[in-house]
């Protein structure tokens, strides 16, 4: 099945374009391959993604119907970091407002409860500049070790995510900062091709994390996975 329909969260907002199919490979692909063509704030859900993606060609699971599986397109779009911060803080807000739960941020993509992740971020821009934002929210299923807000329907959770995302600010970096857990622990940054262990200590403008090392030298890192460390 196939829907869609238009949602404004408070008459000043713009309008959302909201597309549903039960079934599709990855909702962030199907996107980018609109990126011609589909209007400013066109939002894809799905039932179900048989190739669902994470960063660095990773995969992201759920079976079908249980969770949420969304991707938001933005035209004219500031950078991916400030959506990437945008839709995590979003999440965040809803998952407040209809689960009751204060999750936090995990640098760079994550959205953490009690430090178990219960949802991911993925943000990728196609050619023409336009900026493509998943996000899979666990809600009724997590995989080991991960989290689940419950049985929430995945639509109503959308909602809100929408309504929290018209919301913010037009600066978000003060409010991300104070939701991010990642900031002031002990950390291993695992790298593509090296790992580094220090304090995080702030992100930049442009989303880096600043990790200071055991020599006191500072690393702006861009790309990576964090395990949060016991303090010394
Ligand atoms: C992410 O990647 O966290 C980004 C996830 C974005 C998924 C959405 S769903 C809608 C849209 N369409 C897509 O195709 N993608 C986006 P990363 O940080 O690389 O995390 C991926 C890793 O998380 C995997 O390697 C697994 O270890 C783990 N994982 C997979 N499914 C998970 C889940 N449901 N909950 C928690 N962890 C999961």
């Known amino acids: 099945m196939s829907t869609s329909d238009h949602f404004r969260s408070d008459p000043d907002s713009p309008l959302w374009h909201l597309r549903y199919v039960d079934e599709t490979g990855s909702t962030n692909t199907d996107l980018l391959a ?6 400013d704030r066109t939002v894809l859900r799905t039932g179900h993604q048989t190739a669902g993606k994470g960063r ?7 079976p079908p ?8 397109l933005f035209r004219d779009a500031p950078e991916p970091a400030d959506l990437v911060r945008r839709v995590g803080l979003a999440v965040l807000g809803a998952a407040r407002r209809v689960a ?8 760079p993509n994550d959205v953490v ?3 178990a992740k219960v949802a991911g971020v993925l943000a990728q821009r196609a050619p ?3 900026v493509v934002v998943g996000t899979g929210v666990n809600l009724r299923w997590a995989p080991d070790g991960a989290a ?5 329907d995945p639509a109503v959770f959308l909602e809100q995510v929408l309504r929290a995302f018209d919301e913010l600010p037009d600066d978000v970096g003060e409010r991300y900062r104070s939701h991010l857990v990642t900031l002031g622990q002990r950390v291993r940054v695992v790298r593509p091709r090296d790992e580094l262990v220090g304090t995080a200590v702030d992100v930049d403008a442009d ?3 600043v990790v200071v090392d055991e020599c006191a030298i500072s690393h702006r890192v861009d790309v990576g996975d964090i395990v949060h460390l016991r303090p010394h």
């Open 34 to 39: 609109e990126a011609d063509s589909a209007p």
């Open 56 to 62: 660095l060609d990773r995969r992201w699971d759920a």
């Open 65 to 72: 119907g249980t969770n949420l599986l969304v991707s938001l």
């Open 100 to 107: 009751g739960v204060e999750a936090g941020l995990k640098w």
């Open 113 to 115: 409860v009690d430090g």
């Open 128 to 130: 023409n500049g336009v």
């Open 148 to 152: 689940r807000l419950g049985d929430i």
């Open 207 to 209: 989303g880096r994390l």
